[in-house]
């Protein structure tokens, strides 16, 4: 006796529309409001900066300098630590594997962030020298970085 399979049993069942899309919005529209978050408190914290070196129009161009330097600086410090870290927590679970792992990425970005003050500081000091960076543009810079 042969059974005849019927094109049901073969294809998998299609999950619901509004399942799938509250899944696929949650998943999108958490990490995105966690960044505009994280924007805004970047925001508040470079006006601030600007405010202590004296903010004005003769600053300016020291303040747009230092926070370029502060995301290139933060790019490089990250080095994808971040996903690692993100990935690897989300694989294992919390526990002390993730403890472990996320005070090994700590204290790596924290060498990072210490090795890239060298770099930094001759930068500056060129910056100074030869293109008019004020001091207190040279602190702020070194500051954030």
Excluded: C
Aim: neutral net charge.
């Amino acid at each position: 006796m042969k059974h005849h399979t019927t094109a049901s049993e073969i294809e998998p069942p299609v999950p619901e529309t509004g399942h799938w899309g509250r899944r696929v919005a949650a998943n999108t529209l958490n990490p995105f409001l966690a960044q505009i978050f994280t924007k805004l408190l970047m925001l508040g914290y470079l006006i601030v900066q600007y405010r202590l070196i004296g903010g004005g129009a003769g600053k300016l161009a020291d303040y747009f300098l230092a926070g370029i330097v502060l995301m290139y600086t933060g790019t490089i410090s990250d080095w994808g630590l971040s996903t690692l870290l993100t990935r690897e927590v989300a694989k294992e679970g919390e526990g002390r594997q993730a403890a472990h792992l996320f005070r090994e990425t700590l204290a790596l970005r924290l060498i990072i962030s210490l090795g890239l003050f060298i770099p930094v500081g001759l930068f500056v000091l060129v910056y100074m020298t030869w293109f008019g960076l004020s001091a207190d543009g040279a602190w702020v810079t070194l500051l954030l970085t």
